[in-house]
């Protein structure tokens, strides 16, 4: 059973079709690049898989359960959706750290909210896994540093901790890497390598091609609100069937 | 004879400060609930709210102290308000609440809105409830943009309580005011008049140290 099932959703936004007719599935453990030119509906889809649109059609399902279903009301409470994003985590292209507290309060702030909410572990505990998860970005000496004493790709690492904190059943990353520079560009690329390692559930949203090649178990190529294409990576990067496809891949092997 | 006029002045100035604390514990939450109704989601709520602000905002607050603690007495049969002091104590806190809730309501507005909608979206999507965002992540951000303009009101608060006394509320300026016509068997004296600037210049010397120092304590982020 795939960990993650998404059936023909659909999104307008007023007369403009964003989404038309998306649908893949993802498997535990694996990662998955969605690729494409700005503008083709990427975003919006990893949006909607977090709960922060709406699709106007469409199924997702997460381990075999229905989690949204555009037909029918009972599956969009307000309530519900607030548990049901927590099946997802997100990491933002501008970080949207919380600028007034630590990396490590970044980290630990939504599971102490949760852990109050619902009883379990404590305060010392949670800051003890938070402080692990900046240690295996490579932050273990930033833990007490503000964002706006961290460089880009350190505030990048603080994020996608501060995501992982909570044991997200998919991870989304959202161009993780194009609001850095280049020389910051590895460092994160290294650490959602590490994770795809780690057989971390992910789903990524890139401009970097060859990083889309290694990494993922999965390509999909969206153009125009569509699933171009869509496979093993080096099937889709390296000998793509689809005129598109190739026109916009060109334009990455020439620089 | 300068301990006579202290001791009026100090009089008047206590119901100054009376006056600017009794508007600022009100005005401050009622802001915020004025602020959430311009920003609704529910139209008419809205309208009606951007209205009030228009309205209340566009009229001098002398038209509406007078309003409030006249009117009503002539519609009615009598006074709604106590006699003396306290009613007309009452009814300047009433309109100074409701105006400068109006004021700090689109201050507020400001504040929030110039929160980047990418702070929400990572409450949303860490599993935050609306209230968390608000209290955990938004609210110290949004005091952080708002204390400069949130100081300039209050020190225009403390000279505007002087307004009160188009409905004889004793404040500081009307007990100077009273040496001049005849006041505690004195009469013609210019200085106290002068001397409760003094009280206005201390005060909001006070209140510019104590916005700087709220100012560097919330310096250590951006």
Same mark, same amino acid.
């Given at each position: 059973?795939?960990?993650?099932?998404?059936?023909?959703?659909?999104?307008?936004?007023g007369?403009?079709?964003?989404?038309?007719?998306?649908s893949?599935?993802?498997?535990?453990?694996q990662a998955?690049?969605?690729?494409?030119s700005?503008?083709?509906?990427?975003?919006t889809?990893?949006?909607c898989?977090n709960?922060l649109?709406?699709?106007?059609g469409?199924t997702?399902?997460?381990k075999?359960?229905?989690i949204?279903?555009?037909?029918?009301?009972?599956?969009q409470? %307000?309530?519900?959706?607030?548990t049901?994003r927590l099946?997802?985590g997100?990491?933002?292209?501008n970080?949207?750290?919380?600028?007034?507290?630590t990396?490590?309060?970044?980290v630990?702030?939504a599971? %102490?909210?949760?852990?109050? %909410?619902?009883?379990? %572990?404590?305060k010392?505990?949670?800051?003890?896994?938070?402080r692990?998860l900046?240690?295996q970005?490579?932050l273990?000496d930033?833990?007490?540093?503000?964002p706006h004493q961290l460089? +880009? +790709?350190?505030?990048q690492r603080?994020?996608?901790a501060?995501a992982l904190?909570?044991h997200?059943d998919?991870?989304c990353?959202?161009?993780?890497?194009?609001?850095l520079?280049?020389?910051?560009?590895?460092?994160v690329l290294?650490?959602?390598?590490?994770?795809?390692e780690?057989?971390t559930?992910?789903?990524?949203?890139?401009?970097?091609?060859?990083?889309a090649r290694?990494?993922a178990?999965?390509?999909?190529?969206?153009d125009?609100?569509?699933?171009?294409e869509?496979?093993?990576?080096?099937?889709?990067?390296?000998?793509p069937?689809e005129e598109?496809?190739?026109?916009?891949?060109?334009r990455?092997?020439?620089? | 004879?300068?301990?006579?006029?202290?001791?009026?002045?100090?009089?008047?100035?206590?119901?100054?400060?009376?006056l600017?604390?009794?508007?600022?514990?009100?005005?401050?939450?009622?802001?915020?609930?004025v602020?959430?109704?311009?920003?609704?989601?529910?139209?008419?709520?809205?309208?009606?709210t951007r209205?009030?602000?228009?309205?209340i905002?566009?009229?001098?607050?002398?038209l509406?102290?007078?309003i409030i603690?006249y009117?009503?007495g002539q519609?009615?049969?009598?006074s709604?308000?106590?006699?003396g002091e306290?009613?007309?104590?009452m009814?300047s806190?009433i309109?100074f609440?409701?105006n400068?809730?109006?004021?700090f309501?689109?201050?507020?507005r400001?504040g929030i809105?110039s929160?980047?909608?990418?702070?929400?979206e990572?409450g949303?999507v860490?599993?935050?409830?609306k209230?968390?965002i608000?209290?955990?992540v938004t609210l110290l951000?949004?005091?952080k943009r708002?204390?400069?303009?949130m100081?300039?009101?209050?020190?225009?608060?403390?000279?505007?309580?002087?307004i009160a006394?188009?409905?004889?509320?004793?404040?500081?300026?009307w007990?100077?005011?009273?040496?001049?016509?005849g006041?505690?068997?004195y009469?013609?004296?210019?200085?106290?008049?002068?001397?409760?600037?003094?009280?206005y210049?201390?005060?909001n010397?006070?209140l510019?140290?104590l916005?700087?120092w709220?100012?560097?304590?919330l310096?250590y982020f951006?």
């Amino acid at each position: 059973m795939s960990i993650l099932e998404v059936r023909n959703i659909e999104k307008h936004f007023g007369a403009t079709q964003v989404l038309n007719d998306i649908s893949f599935s993802l498997e535990q453990g694996q990662a998955l690049s969605i690729i494409g030119s700005s503008g083709s509906g990427k975003t919006t889809l990893l949006r909607c898989l977090n709960f922060l649109e709406k699709p106007d059609g469409g199924t997702i399902s997460v381990k075999g359960n229905m989690i949204f279903d555009a037909s029918d009301p009972a599956t969009q409470l %307000e309530k519900e959706i607030r548990t049901k994003r927590l099946h997802f985590g997100l990491v933002f292209q501008n970080f949207n750290l919380f600028p007034q507290y630590t990396a490590l309060q970044n980290v630990t702030l939504a599971r %102490e909210l949760l852990a109050a %909410e619902r009883g379990g %572990e404590s305060k010392e505990a949670i800051e003890a896994a938070g402080r692990e998860l900046l240690a295996q970005m490579g932050l273990a000496d930033r833990a007490n540093h503000y964002p706006h004493q961290l460089s +880009g +790709g350190q505030q990048q690492r603080v994020a996608i901790a501060r995501a992982l904190a909570l044991h997200p059943d998919i991870l989304c990353f959202d161009e993780p890497t194009s609001a850095l520079d280049p020389e910051l560009t590895g460092e994160v690329l290294r650490v959602i390598r590490n994770l795809a390692e780690q057989n971390t559930t992910m789903i990524i949203v890139t401009h970097e091609m060859a990083f889309a090649r290694d990494v993922a178990d999965q390509v999909i190529f969206m153009d125009g609100g569509v699933i171009v294409e869509q496979g093993d990576p080096r099937e889709v990067i390296d000998h793509p069937k689809e005129e598109r496809t190739r026109q916009f891949l060109s334009r990455y092997s020439e620089n | 004879m300068f301990l006579t006029v202290i001791g009026a002045l100090n009089e008047g100035f206590l119901q100054t400060l009376k006056l600017f604390l009794v508007t600022l514990i009100g005005a401050i939450p009622l802001g915020l609930v004025v602020s959430f109704g311009s920003m609704s989601r529910f139209t008419p709520l809205r309208w009606l709210t951007r209205t009030v602000v228009w309205v209340i905002r566009g009229t001098p607050l002398m038209l509406q102290l007078i309003i409030i603690f006249y009117i009503p007495g002539q519609w009615l049969d009598r006074s709604p308000w106590p006699g003396g002091e306290t009613g007309r104590f009452m009814a300047s806190s009433i309109a100074f609440i409701i105006n400068y809730a109006c004021y700090f309501s689109e201050i507020y507005r400001g504040g929030i809105q110039s929160i980047p909608v990418g702070q929400q979206e990572a409450g949303m999507v860490l599993g935050m409830t609306k209230r968390q965002i608000f209290f955990k992540v938004t609210l110290l951000q949004m005091i952080k943009r708002i204390v400069p303009p949130m100081s300039n009101e209050i020190i225009t608060l403390v000279k505007d309580t002087s307004i009160a006394r188009i409905i004889s509320l004793q404040e500081v300026i009307w007990a100077g005011y009273a040496f001049l016509k005849g006041s505690h068997g004195y009469s013609g004296l210019t200085w106290p008049l002068f001397f409760t600037g003094v009280y206005y210049l201390v005060f909001n010397g006070g209140l510019t140290l104590l916005f700087g120092w709220v100012e560097k304590k919330l310096d250590y982020f951006r």
